[in-house]
């Protein structure tokens, strides 16, 4: 049993910060990469960043710059650092991570249920 968990969201002002966790638990053996997903209003869901296990980073080009993610694997989290929201940003938020149950051999993809954010003035 493996759960990721987000929490965070909420609304902001433009201009404004949030920082988003993803916390992953249950039998976890291991976990490889991590990554933030956000779906807004009529558009599809896309990647806003990336984290390897060993903390190597990618971002999308519209949030380079503003957003910073991190993890800490001691502690089976993941964060997003938002700084300088804009409307745009405006999303519900899902967490991604590749996990390696204890009782298995293998990884599987696990989503966290998502977590609202709101920029507006």
């Known amino acids: 049993q493996v759960d990721l968990v987000e929490s965070g969201g909420g609304l902001v002002q433009p201009g404004g910060s949030l920082r988003l966790s993803c916390v992953a638990s249950g039998s976890i053996f291991s976990i490889n990469a991590m990554g933030w997903y956000r779906q807004a209003p009529g558009k599809e869901r896309e990647l806003v960043a990336t984290?390897?296990?060993?903390?190597?980073?990618n971002y999308a080009d519209s949030v380079k710059g503003r957003f910073t993610i991190s993890r800490d694997n001691g502690k089976n989290t993941m964060y997003l650092q938002m700084n300088g929201l804009k409307t745009e940003d405006t999303a519900v938020y899902y967490c991604?991570?590749?996990?390696?149950?204890?009782?298995?051999?293998?990884?599987?993809?696990?989503w966290g249920q998502g977590t609202q954010v709101t920029v507006s003035a």
């Open positions: 991604n991570a590749l996990v390696r149950a204890s009782y298995v051999s293998y990884s599987s993809n696990y």
């Open positions: 984290i390897s296990s060993g903390g190597s980073q």
